[in-house]
């Protein structure tokens, strides 16, 4: 019997997976031109920078700031990407001039994420080989340590944007809960991170114009919108135990309407989804 309620969770698991990435194809591909023109916008801002830093490399005193710059003008546009992809998962057209009008209530935490992401990039890149230099078991656990606690905060920082954007609540609360998505969500979150990798590299066929940044963004959208089909679900089931609870999550039911407003797609519709 126990056997056959963990195969009915994988198989729940299985279908709400697999719509996941249903959604966010369809929904990558009717708004696909905009994706294109988001992602034209950052890399604006990522290849001026670049030759910016070029011209300066030369001084660090320079460089360093430019580059720190550089990083909080790319965050503050994915912040604004985020809220327009918060709207296209909820099948709302966007026009472009919406990223550019998302900035003046997204830049202050997206200055701040990225100083914070920026600055644990660093400590990490310059503790972990100096642990490791140490070459003791000392030195190794440490560098271990930091290591992991950077790498399970890459994964976190998966949900913070798409929770910044539809959930709201402010820096503090977005920082705690994506951590919370994480551990209660742990093997989704990596799947995730594996996705996202994938989205990166089928990137560099179609030189990053699609899905890019802007794609990816839009999958982290999508998978948290999914996500809180559970947590609806939990709350309207206080009588069970949480960890009853969550062998009994109906997917296929909770993703139902948004199957159905997905619908069946022809070639046509693919071609010309603005139709």
């Not at 034209?40 to 005193?61: E, K, R, S």
């Not at 990225?114 to 190794?140: D, E, H, K, Q, W």
């Not at 982290?220 to 939990?234: F, P, S």
Request: net charge positive; with cysteine.
């Amino acid at each position: 019997m126990e056997q056959l309620t963990r195969l009915l969770i994988c198989y729940k698991t299985l279908v709400m997976t697999l719509f996941y990435l249903k959604k966010n194809f369809f929904d990558g591909w009717d708004n696909l031109f905009t994706i294109l023109a988001q992602n034209v916008i950052m890399y604006v801002v990522v290849i001026g920078g670049y030759f910016l830093v070029g011209t300066v490399i030369d001084y660090p005193a320079a460089a360093i700031p430019l580059l720190i710059i550089l990083g909080m003008l790319l965050s503050v546009l994915m912040f604004a990407v985020s809220a327009c992809s918060a709207k296209m998962v909820n099948y709302k057209s966007i026009p472009v001039k919406e990223v550019f009008q998302q900035i003046p209530s997204v830049w202050k935490d997206a200055v701040l994420f990225a100083l914070i992401v920026m600055g644990m990039l660093f400590i990490t890149s310059m503790a972990v080989p100096f642990y490791l230099r140490m070459g003791n078991l000392l030195g190794i656990a440490l560098a271990a340590v930091i290591f992991w606690i950077a790498f399970v905060s890459i994964l976190a920082f998966q949900w913070f944007l798409p929770l910044y954007s539809q959930l709201g609540g402010g820096f503090k609360k977005t920082f705690k809960k994506s951590y919370i998505l994480f551990f209660d969500n742990t093997f989704f979150t990596v799947f995730m991170g594996i996705y996202s990798l994938f989205l990166f590299i089928f990137s560099v066929v179609l030189i990053f114009l699609a899905p890019g940044i802007a794609g990816i963004i839009l999958a982290h959208n999508n998978a948290l919108k999914l996500r809180m089909y559970k947590y609806d679900w939990l709350e309207q089931h206080p009588e069970l135990s949480l960890k009853e609870a969550r062998k009994h999550i109906p997917w296929d039911e909770l993703v139902a309407e948004d199957n159905e407003t997905l619908g069946p797609r022809t070639l046509r519709s693919f071609i010309f989804p603005w139709k």
